[in-house]
DNA sequence: GTCTATAGGGCGATAGAC
DNA sequence: GTCTATCGCCCTATAGAC
């Protein structure tokens, strides 16, 4: 035993998503979660730059496995294809842990500002995609067409993929979902 | 003349973005927009919820435009077609604000919070242009793909539109990147 | 760990326009 | 009288500085 719990990260987050899911994350206090994770509030911000923070670290490991995923596709598939790679990787990631997914969902989904947050970590794994499909010597235009697009077909997936009575693998959502679209596409 | 200055949220604007580019955002706080404005902090927060939203304000009449505009597309267009439409209806909106529009692109790209911003404000077009389409009758899962993958054209329109040497017109950008997303997409 | 500036909300007062 | 834009003062929590 040393001279601290150990974990204070994990046992941080998981106050964290108590409270926000018990009382709101507005009613939730930076000093609340500190407390109840036995912590104190100057701890919370030397491990998350910010209250929303809490909610979100972990996303560069999710980045970093679909950018290996994309990088480790065989020289001269189509960008589309790289990038449906990369989402699969995202679906074994994801693996079974919806039932938490879902939790933090509902929590983001009622706040502007976690809404807000999110959707910049995803901007950010968007020009992560982009910068390694460019890397692979695709047209820097085409490889950020791709990569957000492929980003759009991502979000929705992970929506889909956490509705109710949904039972399918991510990556198989995401699959049809890119499907789907390449059928919507050439209309323009 | 009435007890006050007319047009107050258009002084805050403009004190807003003065002070961004002279200071920073960070270096910028209410109470120096308002005092260049010629009205107190509390003021401020009456017409703007936050500090943020004051280079925000006004993105509901993008929307309506946009809105409209896919909705008096003829029945039967393609989802893509009709978003591309709206895209086009955009182009109009922006007209020749580029030098404005730049120097807001600067202040932005500068800060975390305000990119933040900017991408739920485009969650938000995206969503309206989805519902709109679903109004039209378009299956709504394929609505919600339309709309996401016409606002990932259209960010990187925009921002292809403000760099530097570009001469197009915002709806031209945007034309093109459809049809080299139409190319990309059957791959899948 | 303490100390502090700023964001942002609550509530009430004020001074015009109508 | 009402309605509305402004200001003043109080407050707390965040987040950065020291």
Redesign the interface.
């Known amino acids: 035993m040393g001279r601290w719990e150990p974990d204070a990260v994990g046992r941080l987050r998981t106050a964290a998503l108590e409270l926000f899911v018990e009382r709101s994350y507005e009613q939730t206090t930076v000093a609340d979660i500190a407390e109840r994770a036995g912590l104190t509030a100057r701890t919370f911000f030397r491990h998350f730059p910010d209250k929303r923070e809490v909610l979100f670290q972990g996303s560069e490991r999710l980045e970093q496995t679909m950018v290996d995923a994309l990088l480790q596709t065989p020289d001269g598939v189509?960008?589309?294809?790289a990038v449906?790679t990369a989402m699969g990787a995202a679906g074994s990631y994801f693996g079974d842990i919806q039932a938490f997914a879902r939790r933090r969902r509902d929590v983001i989904a009622m706040n502007?500002e976690l809404?807000?947050?999110e959707?910049?970590k995803l901007?950010k794994l968007s020009a992560s995609l982009a910068d390694a499909l460019a890397q692979r010597g695709i047209d820097a235009?085409?490889a950020?067409?791709?990569a957000?697009?492929g980003?759009?077909?991502f979000?929705?997936a992970f929506d889909?993929w956490l509705a109710d009575g949904e039972h399918r693998r991510f990556d198989a959502i995401a699959a049809d979902?890119?499907?789907?679209?390449?059928r919507?596409?050439?209309?323009?």
Do not use: Y
């Not at 979902?177 to 390449?182: G, I």
């Open positions: 189509s960008a589309m294809t449906a502007a809404r807000e947050r959707l910049i901007a235009i085409e950020r067409l791709a957000e697009t980003m759009a077909v979000r929705l889909l979902l890119l499907r789907r679209l390449a919507l596409a050439p209309g323009a």
